[in-house]
């Protein structure tokens, strides 16, 4: 009997050894920051593929490695990796590779929707990717998804206090939903606690972004002017449209100069106030 369980266990062992090599070889799963691969190996894992698919059409991991390489030739051949890839999944295929190339894939269509669904897939099987949740947040943030843009940014935040970036974005997360919902009226207005709370986040993180680096993008400091001109806070609006207008002048001055005529009248600054006047009424050469 004892004979008996030991060549039982034995032949589990064997058979469970024979299936993990089987099913789990190396997979081509080079990340796109990755350094540049060559057109000769990408070719040569293309042809590999090929005579590993007519030797048996049901090979999925072949495919997925095809739709790996299509991907990474190019935009001209995504449709070959959408195909590729789609077809494994359909088929059966449990491989996160597909999530990930098939979201890079839609991101870079603009397919938003379609992304995001592929992002959350391997965020199931790779909760702390941070590549694909950044990704994912970018995503929320596109679509307008406010609250999951915030709720995607607060974790990376919180994991990375100066990621400047992750700041930036939940800062506007936060200032275009308290737009959003200040501006809903009767019983879909959330309360004025809530929507100053939101306010204040906007304002908080902004000024954590600065703080962490003055020279800002184009646009963050007028984004700044607009909430604290929503907070009264009408000397740090003045400063921070001025900054805005001096570093970025252009599509974005009218705006400017009206914040700016709004701050210089509740501050009482009637010089600059007649300036910033004659700067909006003055004609733009062609």
């Known amino acids: 009997m004892k004979k008996l ?3 039982a266990v034995l032949a589990f062992l064997f058979a469970s050894a024979y299936f993990y090599t089987r099913s789990s070889p190396k997979n081509f799963f080079p990340r796109l920051s990755a350094s540049g691969i060559s057109p000769g190996k990408l070719e040569k894992i293309l042809q590999q593929t090929d005579e590993s698919l007519q030797k048996n059409p049901a090979d999925l991991q072949a495919l997925v490695d095809r739709g790996v390489v299509h991907f990474h030739m190019g935009p001209e051949f995504y449709d070959e990796s959408h195909d590729e890839l789609s077809e494994a999944w359909r088929s059966g295929a ?15 269509l603009s397919v938003f929707e379609e992304a995001q669904k592929q992002y959350r897939r391997f965020l199931n099987h790779e909760p702390q990717d941070l590549e694909i949740r950044l990704r994912l947040a970018r995503i929320e943030f596109h679509m307008k998804n406010w609250q999951e843009a915030i709720d995607q940014y607060q974790k990376l935040v919180l994991e ?9 974005n939940l800062g506007l ?7 959003m919902e200040s501006s809903k009226k009767g019983k879909d207005r959330a309360g004025n606690d809530k929507i100053g709370k939101l306010l204040n986040q906007a304002i908080l993180n902004l000024e954590s972004a600065r703080n962490l680096n003055p020279e800002l993008p184009k646009g963050i ?3 700044l ?8 806070i009408w000397d740090k609006a003045a400063l921070a449209a001025e900054f805005e207008i001096s570093k970025y002048p252009g599509e974005s001055d009218k705006i400017v100069y009206n914040i700016l005529a709004q701050a210089y009248k509740k501050l009482n600054r009637k010089e600059d106030l007649q300036r910033i006047t004659a700067l909006k009424k ?4 062609p």
Do not use: C, H
């Open 282 to 285: 003055k004609p733009k050469l």
């Open 173 to 179: 997360a936060y200032q275009f939903l308290y737009k």
């Open 225 to 232: 002017a607009e909430v604290y001109v929503s907070s009264g």
């Open 160 to 168: 990375n206090p100066k990621d400047v970036t992750s700041i930036l």
């Open 94 to 108: 449990f491989d996160t590779r597909i999530f990930y190339y098939l979201g890079i894939l839609y991101e870079n």
């Open 5 to 7: 369980i030991f060549f």
């Open 221 to 223: 400091s007028l984004a």
